[in-house]
């Protein structure tokens, strides 16, 4: 089991941006795959981001396609999601989440199959 640490969070106007990270200690992140899933307040979970273990591929649902990026930064053993042009709608607590040697490409962005969550880090957008 992996204990992840979300931060970055805060409260910026529409068509700013923000860096989340997730962080995690006593384990490489390298060998897991790495998803973002952000919920907002009478909304379902929403899979937003991934990146496959060991740098393989990533993967963004549409509706941040283009804004955000996924990446990581071995040195620091942590996963970043740079978000860019953010609007009001992507308020939501942002949750990063981890399974070992998972591939986006082949499972998606799935939260039923990752393992290990994080507290989730909020983000408020002001129009």
């Known amino acids: 089991q992996v204990q992840l640490v979300e931060s970055g969070g805060g409260f910026v106007q529409s068509g700013r941006s923000l860096n989340l990270s997730c962080a995690a200690s006593g384990v490489s992140l390298d060998m897991y795959g790495i998803g973002w899933f952000r919920q907002a307040p009478g909304k379902e979970r929403e899979g937003i981001a991934c990146i496959s273990a060991t740098g393989g591929p990533t993967q963004y649902a549409d509706s941040v396609k283009g804004r955000f990026t996924i990446f990581r930064d071995n040195t620091k053993n942590a996963v970043y999601l740079q978000m860019n042009s953010l609007k009001p709608e992507d308020t939501a607590v942002y949750y990063c989440?981890?399974?070992?040697?998972?591939?986006?490409?082949?499972?998606?962005?799935?939260?039923?199959?990752?393992?290990?969550w994080g507290k989730g880090t909020l983000v408020t957008v002001s129009s």
């Open positions: 989440a981890a399974r070992t040697w998972y591939s986006c490409s082949v499972y998606g962005i799935f939260a039923q199959a990752m393992h290990d």
